[in-house]
Nanobody
């Protein structure tokens, strides 16, 4: 079984920073691709940042220059560094991993989400 646990969310003032983490545990062979999504109240879930299996990095236009996605292969952890946060960044943030288990199965997994609130 594979589990994803997100952490790092919270309440921050506009202009502040947070770093989200998504730690994958279980029988994992490799993380092929990763992404961070967010969903604000009354809105659809949207892609925030992604690192594809080919190494391409994608950011939503609204976060370019402010957010950075990264990974630590040794820890099976992905991060989202968020700087210069704005009230419109308020949402539940979810990580999404495309990974291969030690059995050789490749599947997509979602975390349960972590709340980010940007408010003064």
């Amino acid at each position: 079984q594979v589990q994803l646990v997100e952490s790092g969310g919270g309440l921050v003032q506009p202009g502040g920073s947070l770093r989200l983490s998504c730690a994958a545990s279980g029988s994992i062979s490799s993380i092929n691709a990763m992404g961070w999504y967010r969903q604000a109240p009354g809105k659809q879930r949207e892609l925030v940042a992604a690192l594809t299996s080919s190494g391409m990095i994608i950011y939503a236009d609204s976060v370019k220059g402010r957010f950075t996605i990264s990974r630590d292969n040794a820890k099976n952890t992905v991060y989202l560094q968020m700087n210069s946060l704005k009230p419109e960044d308020t949402a539940v943030y979810y990580c999404n991993l495309d990974l291969t288990t030690r059995r050789g199965d490749r599947s997509e997994y979602w975390g349960r989400g972590t709340q980010v609130t940007v408010s003064s």
